[in-house]
């Protein structure tokens, strides 16, 4: 332990003459946890929620999906699958048909998206799909079978068992008063909850066969979707495709399409982070006044000191220690309450919200270790910075005018 080291301690910890600059330095550590401790719990919380609404989207959607520019479909799409799902690290390809429709139910009519699935090639990889809220999948044979999103059958007034009418634009049958679309009975076989309420309030699903015949496809389909095993390896796998796929499709990622979402979220989390920043640099202004009439009461150490052959750089530096130990106790003391609060936030559900709208019961908080660094590494800078000028100032007393009246 060198002497600045010690010296510093010591004036930290002993009781001074002067009570009020004790007060300044326990205002001074206690506003620099405050800030860290609001910094912990805020990036929590935004890092919280975005995960939980990328696990939603992903858990409704594909990571990568290739689509025909035009409207007749991709015609052979299973040399195209295969040829995709034998690159590495992606999982599976599933063909997809999808159109917008018109359904109706006993209570109401409702649009939606409905969707022709190969239900054993996506099965696995959706628990939605395993695990319905009622009923069962539709079987490829017997009567035309659907399932619906909770909010969708909800909404329509049906369950498993009930009829629905599917009214669309690409099934038309002549009439004296020219083409006019076809409605075509469907059997709710069951009813999903894939836990995003635009998902479960627009889709409705059915077997890959069933849609290309309502939709005159034949043997075609209007998307491939990709799921990989790496998600955020999607925009280089989408750049690889675009170079060998021909030009009428195209790739779109996961990304691609919530990138508005996830901007706002990023944004919302930068500015948060430099908004609360401001509470630990107040904080550390007092370690400035602190530390400035620490200096002034201890004149006369600093002029024995330097009586005695310590060089001005000693004196900077213990009073540049004593302030970095007000950043590392303020910071240490800021980031173990942010931890433990979002610990108690997370095991006891403590901030509840409507389920029916953001489809969670609580607000759930996630630190990533990597803003953890950022947040300690911001308040100790800070705190560092904040030590210069009166460090400085010490090291500048004269000791001849120190001593003077000594």
Do not use: C
Request: charge should be positive; proline fraction near 4%.
């Amino acid at each position: 332990m060198t002497y600045e080291f010690f010296i510093a301690r010591r004036y930290l910890r002993a009781r001074r003459k002067q009570a009020f600059i004790s007060v300044i330095t326990f205002i001074s550590i206690l506003g620099i946890a405050i800030g860290v401790m609001a910094l912990v719990i805020a990036l929590a919380l935004i890092t919280g929620f975005q995960r939980d609404v990328q696990d939603k989207i992903l858990g409704a959607t594909s990571h990568l999906m290739i689509s025909d520019l035009g409207s007749a479909g991709i015609p052979d799409y299973r040399d195209l699958r295969a040829r995709i799902q034998a690159l590495p690290g992606v999982k599976v390809v599933s063909p997809v048909v999808y159109d917008i429709v018109l359904l109706s139910g006993p209570l109401r009519s409702h649009g939606a998206t409905l969707k022709g699935i190969d239900f054993a090639l996506d099965k696995p990889h959706y628990g939605w799909l395993r695990d319905l809220e009622e009923g069962a999948l539709p079987a490829d044979s017997g009567r035309d079978g659907i399932i619906l999103g909770k909010d969708l059958a909800y909404s329509l007034g049906v369950g498993p068992g009930d009829t629905v009418s599917v009214l669309t634009a690409s099934s038309l049958r002549l009439s004296p008063l020219g083409p006019v679309p076809k409605l075509r009975e469907f059997q709710v076989t069951g009813v999903f909850s894939a836990g995003l309420y635009e998902f479960d309030s627009t889709t409705a699903l059915t077997t890959l066969g069933v849609a290309q015949r309502l939709y005159r496809l034949d043997d075609r389909v209007t998307h491939l979707q990709i799921m990989i095993d790496d998600i955020f390896q999607a925009g280089r796998l989408a750049e690889s495709l675009r170079g060998s796929l021909p030009a009428t499709l195209y790739v779109t990622t996961w990304m691609d399409l919530n990138r508005t979402l996830f901007s706002a979220l990023k944004l919302e989390k930068n500015i948060m982070f430099l908004t609360i920043t401001l509470i630990v640099i107040v904080a550390a202004l007092n370690i400035i006044a602190s530390l400035i009439l620490m200096v002034m009461e201890k004149t006369r150490d600093i002029g024995i000191l330097m009586a005695i052959g310590a060089p001005a750089s000693s004196i900077q530096k213990i009073f540049f220690l004593q302030g970095a130990m007000i950043g590392v106790l303020g910071t240490s003391a800021g980031v173990v309450l942010g931890l433990v609060a979002s610990w108690l936030a997370n095991a006891f559900q403590l901030i509840k919200v409507p389920v029916d709208i953001y489809q969670i019961s609580f607000v759930p908080f996630h630190i990533q270790f990597t803003d953890l660094l950022m947040i300690i590494g911001v308040s100790l800078a800070i705190s560092l910075l904040s030590t210069l000028f009166p460090s400085r100032r010490a090291a500048k007393v004269d000791p001849v005018v120190a001593l003077k009246y000594e």
